[in-house]
C-alpha cells in the first residue's frame, strides 16, 4: 500500500515538472519576454528535439538499471535547474540551453515511471496502475494549472517557472518513498520469466521486426504532431491584447482538459481489458481534429476554454492507453522500455516538429490556418490508427511471450 499512493502522489507532483513549463513557457516568452510566435516556436521544438534524441537511449537504461528511482530523482532535480537558468536568462541562446536540458530529463521519466508501475503491481496489475497514474497525473496538471495562473497574475508570469523546482523537490520525495525491495526488475522491462533470453539487453533492430508497433507509432506519431501545437497556439492567441489575464486563460484552458483528463484515464484502467484497446483509442483520435476546426469558428476566450474538453477526451485516453498497448506488444522480450523509449520518441519527434510547423504558418498565414492544417494531420492519423493498427489486448492474454513480436499483421489477433 506504501507503494502505490507513492506512485500516486508521484504522478501527482512529476505533472509539472515532466513538461518543464509547457504551454506557460509560450506566454511567458510571449508577454514578458515580447518574443514572436516563430521564435516561440523554435525555442520549444528545441526542447523536444533534445526530448526525441533522448528517449530512446533513457529507455535501454531504464531497462538495464535497478537504480529507476535515481533515474528519476536526477531527472526531477535536473528540470528544476532548467527552469532557474529559463527565469534568470530569458535571452534566445540561455533558454535554448535550457529547453535542452529540460528536454533531455524530460525523456526519462515515462519509462522510469512505468517501469517501475509494472514492476510494483505486476502485469496482471498493470492496465489498472496506468489508469491511476494517468488520472493522479491529470489531478496534478490541473492543481499546477491553477496554482501557476494566480501566480502568473498575481505576481509575473515568470512565477511559473519558480513553481518547477519547488514541484521538483516534492517529486524527488515521492520518489524515494517507494521501496527498491518491491520492484522486480525483470517484470518492470517486460520480462515475464527471470531466466528467459530475453532478460538479456537487445538491440534496436528487434524493435522493427513488429509490424504492428511500427504501425501504431506512426499512427502516435501523427496524432501528436497534430496535438503539440495547439494549446501554445491557444496561448498565443489569449496572450493577444489580455491586458495580463492570458495566464489565467491559460490556466482555464489546461484545468477544462484536466478535469475531463481523470475520468477518461479511469474508463481505460477499469475497460480497456474488458473493451479492448481498440474502440476506446478511436475515440481519443476522433476528437484531436474536431477540436482543430471549432478552434477556427470563434475567438472568443471562455469559447476557446470550452474546445479544450476535447482535448481531455483525446489525451486522457491516450496517455494511458500508450503504456498499456506497448506493454501488449512486447510482452515477455524483456524490451519493453526500449520499445517505449524508441516508439516516444517517434511521437516526440511529431510534437518537436508541429511548433516550428504550426509557429511558421501562423506567423504567415495566421492562427486559423494553422489549427486547419493541424486538423487535417488529425484526421489522417485517426484513419491511420482505424485501418492499419490491429487490437492488440488478445496479445496481451495469450499465455505466449509477445506472439506479435516478429510477426506479420495479418496474424496476429484482431478484435474489432
Not at 272 to 291: C, Q, S, T, Y
Amino acid at each position: 500500500m506504501q507503494n502505490r499512493t507513492a506512485l500516486d502522489w508521484l504522478n501527482f507532483l512529476l505533472a509539472d515538472v515532466k513538461d518543464g513549463l509547457g504551454p506557460f513557457l509560450a506566454i511567458y516568452l510571449m508577454s514578458s519576454e515580447h518574443w514572436d510566435p516563430a521564435r516561440i516556436g523554435i525555442i520549444m521544438t528545441i526542447g523536444g528535439i533534445a526530448t526525441v534524441a533522448a528517449r530512446t537511449p533513457a529507455g535501454a537504461l531504464v531497462d538495464r538499471t535497478t537504480f529507476k528511482r535515481g533515474v528519476i530523482v536526477a531527472a526531477a532535480a535536473m528540470v528544476a535547474v532548467g527552469a532557474a537558468m529559463l527565469s534568470l536568462w530569458p535571452q534566445f541562446w540561455p533558454a535554448a540551453a535550457a529547453q535542452t536540458l529540460i528536454g533531455l530529463c524530460d525523456a526519462a521519466f515515462p519509462p522510469a515511471v512505468a517501469a517501475i508501475s509494472l514492476g510494483v503491481v505486476g502485469r496482471h496489475g498493470f492496465t489498472a496502475r496506468v489508469g491511476r497514474n494517468e488520472a493522479f497525473n491529470h489531478a496534478g496538471n490541473a492543481f499546477t494549472a491553477i496554482v501557476a495562473g494566480l501566480a502568473g497574475y498575481l505576481i509575473a508570469p515568470a512565477a511559473v517557472l519558480w513553481l518547477v523546482g519547488a514541484f521538483a523537490a516534492a517529486s524527488i520525495a515521492a520518489t524515494l518513498a517507494i521501496d527498491p525491495g518491491a520492484i522486480d526488475h525483470h517484470v518492470a522491462r517486460g520480462s515475464d520469466n527471470n531466466g528467459d533470453a530475453a532478460a538479456r539487453p537487445s538491440g534496436l533492430r528487434t524493435i522493427f521486426e513488429c509490424k504492428p508497433l511500427l504501425l501504431f507509432t506512426a499512427a502516435i506519431t501523427l496524432f501528436h504532431f497534430a496535438n503539440a501545437a495547439m494549446l501554445p497556439l491557444i496561448g498565443e492567441r489569449l496572450s493577444q491584447g489580455a491586458n495580463g489575464t492570458q495566464t489565467l486563460f491559460m490556466a482555464a484552458c489546461i484545468i477544462a482538459a484536466q478535469i475531463v483528463m481523470v475520468p477518461m484515464a479511469m474508463l481505460v484502467g477499469a475497460k480497456a481489458d474488458a473493451w479492448g484497446r481498440k474502440p476506446l483509442f478511436l475515440i481519443g483520435f476522433a476528437a484531436l481534429p474536431i477540436r482543430g476546426v471549432l478552434y477556427t469558428l470563434w475567438g472568443n476566450p471562455i469559447y476557446l476554454v470550452s474546445i479544450q474538453l476535447l482535448d481531455g477526451i483525446g489525451a486522457g485516453i491516450f496517455g494511458a492507453l500508450f503504456f498499456v498497448v506497448v506493454a501488449d506488444l512486447t510482452k515477455g522480450t524483456g524490451r519493453y522500455n526500449l520499445a517505449l523509449g524508441a516508439a516516444s520518441a517517434a511521437w516526440g519527434l511529431g510534437a518537436a516538429l508541429s511548433n516550428s510547423v504550426a509557429g511558421f504558418i501562423a506567423e504567415r498565414a495566421g492562427f486559423n490556418a494553422a489549427f486547419l492544417f493541424l486538423a487535417a494531420i488529425a484526421a489522417v492519423a485517426f484513419l491511420t490508427y482505424w485501418l492499419a493498427v490491429p487490437e492488440t489486448a488478445s496479445a496481451s492474454r495469450d499465455s505466449e511471450p509477445s506472439r506479435a513480436w516478429g510477426e506479420r499483421q495479418s496474424e496476429l489477433p484482431v478484435r474489432r
